[in-house]
């Protein structure tokens, strides 16, 4: 079902960066793959941007994911030319100490490393020293601070990291960002399944990919307004919970390879779950299923809780090391998910019952 040409695309799409706020060039990417497959497409102030199939109906469906990463901010530089951060988004300070970035500045990309004192010059009053939002630091090479300016180093910056996508074993996509730009390869799919395949909807499709996701959802609240749906079926990641050191008890069972999972939430429209849950079991496409405390943490919570009210409903991708540069996401669970979108889609009517009784 992925063709070589969505491959190719998919590998641009998640080695290119977007760091919340700053979406812009993984936007285009995802226009421009996505234009021959839509009627049309839009952008809005902040960046998100979506595309249409079948414009015009008073009746309105969503699928959306999130084109944000995680990333980092310069907040201080030092006399001696160290560079000190904050995070943009849910950045994992734990794994910053010996990675690779990329600090984005005006006259291009400034290559740094976060540093860490020596194995050998920890003694044991130091054997606790674990690394904190206040003591890691970035090391570009400077002398001092006006090296550091003149290289466009500034405070505000954005800093991602480097990491770019690979294969383990044939079987999982391994990188940075697949939170959550494999969701918004997903959509794309799914919008290049409809056209291909001359699926006519009876309503019309709304295919977006909201911006700020990671800093409070911030990108779908805004859309969501300018659009107005009736319907969103919203994709992102979850937790593979089979992993090493995870407490199953806490955080559920769900494991890659093993399907899409759906989620039971309060914000989770009970009518358009059980419609994903049954086509997935007419289709035989295998499903997880898990369940969320008072808000999913997804752009869900802010389709259904916008305005008038919107029955919504998330489909994740089970995604093993979130936050990190190794983030895993199994080949058949991204085809599955895909899958899925695809075929509920085909089972919603123009005006499709949403009223509990």
Known sequence: MITKQ?????????NNASPTGFEAAGQKLWIDYI?????????????????????????????????????????????????HVIRNGGSDHVIAPSK???????????????????????????QKLSPQTDNIF???????KEEVAQMGIHVGCV?????????????????????NRMGGFCIAEVARL?????????YSLYVVNSVQEEVGLRGAEMI????????????????DTLTPMVNQKKFGEVQCGKGPSVTYAPAVHNHIRELILQTAQEKG???????????????????????????SALISLPLRYMHTTVEMAHKEDVENLILLIYETLQKIENGHPLKYF
Do not use: C
């Open 6 to 14: 969505s491959e190719e695309f998919l590998t641009r799409y998640l």
């Open 35 to 83: 234009q021959p497959f839509v009627d049309e497409w839009h952008l809005d102030t902040y960046g998100t941007a979506y595309a249409i199939i079948n414009p015009g109906k008073n009746f309105k469906v969503v699928i959306e994911a999130h084109a944000d990463e995680i990333s980092w901010f310069v907040n201080y530089i030092t006399n001696d030319g160290f560079i």
């Open 100 to 126: 690779r970035v990329n600090i984005h500045t005006a006259k291009g990309l400034v290559k740094g490393v976060f540093g860490w004192p020596a194995i050998h010059m920890r003694g044991a009053d130091d």
């Open 138 to 144: 970035i090391d570009v090479g400077a002398a001092n």
């Open 159 to 179: 800093i991602t990291y480097e990491d770019e996508l690979i294969v383990l074993n044939n079987k999982y996509y391994t990188g940075r960002a697949l939170d």
């Open 194 to 202: 409809i056209r291909e395949n001359n699926i006519e909807l009876p």
């Open 224 to 239: 969501t307004r300018t659009i107005e749906p009736d319907i969103a079926i919203v994709t992102d990641v979850t937790h």
């Open 285 to 311: 496409i295998p499903f997880q299923r898990e369940a969320s405390s008072r808000r999913t943490g997804t752009d869900t919570d802010a389709f259904a809780y916008s305005g008038k009210g919107v029955a």
